[in-house]
Structures are given as structure tokens and as C-alpha cells.
């Protein structure tokens, strides 16, 4: 199993950016697919998560500025983050439960005038 993240970067706040994660070694259209961050100093914490019929789920702090997403014949999901928040600043990880959890390399989202 792998994944691959990217897309993230230095943005103001209000901005916007995507991250694409690209998975191999499973079958992708089968698994929940989830977006998890982690803070400076914090915990991880889960972000959203898309289910293999394609439902989504937010964290409340994230809810109408985010949206994941996933496009099963190129075995990718997506975070479209909108109106970016200074907190928002994270290294966001992609992860699959398959067996066990798997996780991306993560990508450094950083909000910053």
C-alpha cells in the first residue's frame, strides 16, 4: 500500500488549495478514504473522511470551507480547502485502513499573510 500526497504550500488567509492524495496496493474504490492533520504541538486530528459510496464526513471546525472528494478510476482523493484559516496550519496525512492503517508521507499546509 501507498500514498502519495501533495498539493500543499504557503497560502494567505481566505485563500484556497487542494491536495491530491494518490493511492496504490489495494483496491481503492473498496475503502474509506480519510484527510488527518496535525498541528504544531497537537494531536493528530481527523479532517474528513469519504466512504466507498462516496459519503463524506467533516470535522465541525472545517465544515463548508472544506470539501473531499474522490475519483475512483484514478485511485485518488482530493481536500479542496477554502477560506484557509491561520489555524488551519497542519501537516495533512491521507490514510487507509486496509489490514491495518496506512498513511501518506503528509503535505505542510502553512496560512500566513
Known amino acids: 500500500v501507498q500514498l502519495q500526497a501533495s498539493g500543499g504550500g504557503l497560502v494567505q488567509p481566505g485563500g484556497s488549495l487542494r491536495l491530491s492524495c494518490a493511492a496504490s496496493?489495494?483496491?481503492?474504490?473498496?475503502?474509506?478514504m480519510y484527510w488527518v492533520r496535525q498541528a504544531p504541538g497537537k494531536q493528530r486530528e481527523l479532517v474528513a473522511h469519504?466512504?466507498?459510496?462516496?459519503?463524506?464526513y467533516y470535522v465541525t471546525s472545517v465544515k463548508g470551507r472544506f470539501t473531499i472528494s474522490r475519483d475512483n478510476a484514478k485511485n485518488t482523493v482530493l481536500l479542496q480547502m477554502n477560506s484557509l484559516k491561520p489555524e488551519d496550519t497542519a501537516v495533512y496525512y491521507c490514510?487507509?485502513?486496509?489490514?491495518?492503517?496506512?498513511w501518506g508521507q503528509g503535505t505542510l499546509v502553512t496560512v500566513s499573510s
Open positions: 469519504i466512504t466507498s459510496d462516496g459519503v463524506t
Open positions: 490514510k487507509v485502513y486496509f489490514r491495518r492503517n496506512y
Open positions: 496496493g489495494f483496491t481503492f474504490s473498496s475503502y474509506w
